[in-house]
């Protein structure tokens, strides 16, 4: 009787951590190996004809970046689109990532089978690109 109720007691335990759910894991699996991204910021915000662009190669920031969607999303904002990551594996385009910088809550999202998901973007990642904009813009 001791041994089921510490197993209980471990599983509450392990319940209670709060570790998060890989919601973006379970849709795109491999965005843990993009390997380069080509960052666009548009001139105007959801008018994606005209943009300036920048491609990033550094590992390390790029995949502190892509933490950021792999677990938990957010509900829908009715913020406007202010650029779009091209996201790369082994050269080839795996998906893209629309995001907005100034929004209440700074956030990445991407469509799957129909599907809106949005998930809240990281400081690191806001100022990684608010930084890339700035070069762009000099």
Not at 3 to 24: D, F, M, N, Q, Y
Not at 75 to 88: E, H, L, V
Request: hydrophobic share 40%; net charge negative; with cysteine.
């Amino acid at each position: 009787m001791k041994e089921i109720l510490a197993v209980l007691l471990l599983v509450l335990l392990l319940s209670c951590t709060g570790k998060k759910e890989p919601v973006g894991d379970g849709l795109f699996p491999d965005m843990v190996r993009v390997d380069s991204i080509q960052a666009l910021f548009y001139d105007k915000e959801d008018e994606d004809r005209f943009y300036q662009y920048r491609i990033l190669a550094d590992t390390v920031k790029i995949s502190t970046m892509m933490e950021d969607v792999r677990y938990d999303t957010i509900p829908a904002t009715g913020c406007s689109r202010q650029g779009k990551i091209y996201c790369f594996v082994d050269g080839s385009i795996y998906n893209t990532l629309y995001f907005n910088l100034d929004c209440p809550v700074p956030h990445f999202r991407y469509i799957k089978n129909a599907c809106l998901y949005s998930f809240p973007m990281s400081t690191f990642s806001r100022e990684l690109l608010l930084n890339v904009r700035q070069e762009l813009e000099r």
